[in-house]
């Protein structure tokens, strides 16, 4: 079963991303949200997605492969639904069979705090907290990239 983590309207992702985003939210908001704080010293792949996306569709099987590639211990995938209707959200992680956390951001706010417009969008943050890869869309031809960040920084001390 999927864990859905509901976002207050003026949430961030807190944790490792915070580190980001220092100064824009306080430890209260950030604990409302999904707290990255528990991947410290571990590739944290972060996928904004949409039900309604096609491309979206195809990403899930990657990231499901992710997670059996790499030991948990080196990466988290952690993919974000923006829907309105979290039935929408709730059908497609059906549909794809995805046992990855999903964070429900109805609202945007994680989407419009991180600049989000195209779906999918991965953020790729590498052991200390950093944002070192942003992947725009999802496009298969394009897998062997994707891969090459995340082992990249797997292997970066």
Same mark, same amino acid.
């Given at each position: @079963? +999927?864990?859905?983590?509901?976002?207050? &309207?003026?949430?961030?992702?807190?944790?490792?991303?915070?580190?980001?985003?220092?100064?824009?939210?306080?430890?209260?908001?950030?604990?409302? +949200? #999904?707290?990255?704080?528990?991947? *410290?010293?571990?590739?944290?792949?972060?996928? $904004?997605?949409? /039900?309604?996306?096609?491309?979206?569709?195809? /990403?899930?099987? $990657? @990231?499901? =492969?992710?997670? +059996?590639?790499?030991?948990? /211990? %080196?990466?988290?995938?952690?993919? !974000?639904?923006?829907?309105? =209707? &979290?039935?929408?959200? %709730?059908?497609? !992680? &059906?549909?794809?069979? /995805?046992? #990855?956390?999903?964070?429900?951001?109805?609202?945007?706010?994680?989407? =419009? +705090?991180?600049?989000?417009? %195209? @779906?999918?969008?991965?953020?790729?943050?590498?052991?200390?907290?950093?944002?070192?890869?942003?992947?725009?869309?999802? $496009?298969?031809?394009?897998?062997?990239?994707? %891969?090459? *960040? !995340?082992?990249? #920084?797997? *292997?970066?001390?």
């Amino acid at each position: @079963m +999927t864990a859905w983590v509901p976002v207050s &309207r003026r949430a961030v992702l807190g944790g490792v991303a915070g580190a980001a985003l220092a100064g824009i939210c306080t430890p209260a908001e950030a604990a409302a +949200t #999904l707290d990255l704080a528990h991947y *410290h010293g571990k590739v944290v792949y972060v996928d $904004f997605w949409a /039900s309604w996306c096609g491309p979206c569709k195809l /990403s899930f099987p $990657f @990231m499901e =492969q992710l997670t +059996t590639r790499y030991p948990a /211990s %080196d990466l988290a995938v952690v993919t !974000i639904n923006v829907d309105r =209707q &979290r039935s929408a959200a %709730d059908t497609f !992680i &059906r549909q794809v069979h /995805s046992s #990855l956390p999903v964070i429900y951001d109805a609202a945007g706010d994680l989407a =419009q +705090t991180w600049k989000v417009a %195209d @779906m999918p969008t991965s953020l790729v943050f590498d052991r200390k907290g950093t944002m070192r890869f942003r992947h725009q869309g999802f $496009f298969p031809g394009k897998v062997r990239e994707y %891969d090459g *960040h !995340i082992a990249q #920084l797997v *292997h970066e001390s």
